[in-house]
């Protein structure tokens, strides 16, 4: 059961312009929400967060949107630019039978054309 | 402040073998998690230890085993080796766990089974 779902397992987007990257969950007892970045034969990297109180976060070029009530997020990168070709993760913190549960989903690889 | 540690980087192990990889947290965390990542299914949790207790697992078979030392470095070991656990192997380190704490994740244990 896949509780965080990135369905676009790849996105291309012209430099300059604005990529969007999608995540849905299932589950409302996840109250805050990561997305991490990672290059080729790194780890992944914290890139920014979101706690479940707020709607917006914003970061330089990157900005997190959630809309709870359905249950998605969205990073939005503004301009693109070469080096943000990536995989990246969206992930969701929960609580659950009084752990904390950190879920991944699947990725999606972008990639930004000069 | 060096950055988490895995050891090895690569390794290849023939079915019904076992393995154990390293992880080497940041200096101070305390949190070690362990994840696997396979192509469409992003990062699967595995487990967490804090301060050498596993405080957390995922749903993976009992031949996915590990431990934390008093220095806070962990292991992960596989036993009975299966092809579907050639994977990339992620561990991740924190302070402390908690909602808002950022994991810093190592570069991978890239593992074939063949």
């Known amino acids: 059961d896949q509780q965080v779902k990135q369905n676009s397992p790849s996105l291309s987007v012209q430099e300059g312009r604005i990529s969007i990257l999608n995540c849905d969950y299932t589950?409302?007892?996840?109250?805050?929400f990561l997305w991490y970045k990672k290059y080729p034969a790194e780890g992944p990297t914290f890139l920014i967060s979101?706690?479940?109180?707020?709607d917006k976060n914003e970061d330089g070029r990157f900005t997190v949107f959630l809309n709870k009530s359905a249950k998605h997020l969205s990073l939005h990168i503004v301009p693109s630019q070469p080096g943000d070709s990536a995989v990246y993760f969206c992930?969701?913190?929960?609580?659950?039978?009084?752990?904390?549960?950190?879920?991944f989903g699947q990725g999606t690889r972008l990639t930004i054309n000069p | 402040k060096a950055g988490v540690t895995q050891t090895p980087r690569y390794l290849i192990k023939t079915r019904g073998q076992q393995v154990t990889l390293s992880c080497s947290p940041i200096?101070?965390?305390?949190?070690v998690s362990w994840y696997q990542q396979t192509p469409g299914q992003g990062l699967q949790f595995l487990f967490e230890?804090?301060?050498?207790?596993?405080?957390n697992k995922g749903n993976f078979p009992g031949r996915f085993s590990g431990r934390q030392f008093s220095n806070s470095r962990s292991e992960m070991n596989v036993s009975t080796l299966e092809l579907g656990d050639s994977a990339l192997y992620l561990c991740?380190?924190?302070?402390?766990?908690?909602?808002?704490?950022?994991?810093?994740f190592g570069p991978g244990t890239r593992l074939l089974v063949l």
């Open positions: 230890y804090f301060s050498e207790t596993q405080r």
């Open positions: 200096s101070g965390h305390r949190s």
């Open positions: 589950n409302s007892m996840f109250d805050y």
């Open positions: 992930a969701a913190k929960g609580a659950f039978q009084g752990a904390q549960k950190l879920v």
């Open positions: 979101i706690s479940s109180i707020k």
């Open positions: 991740a380190s924190s302070k402390i766990t908690g909602v808002q704490e950022t994991q810093y």
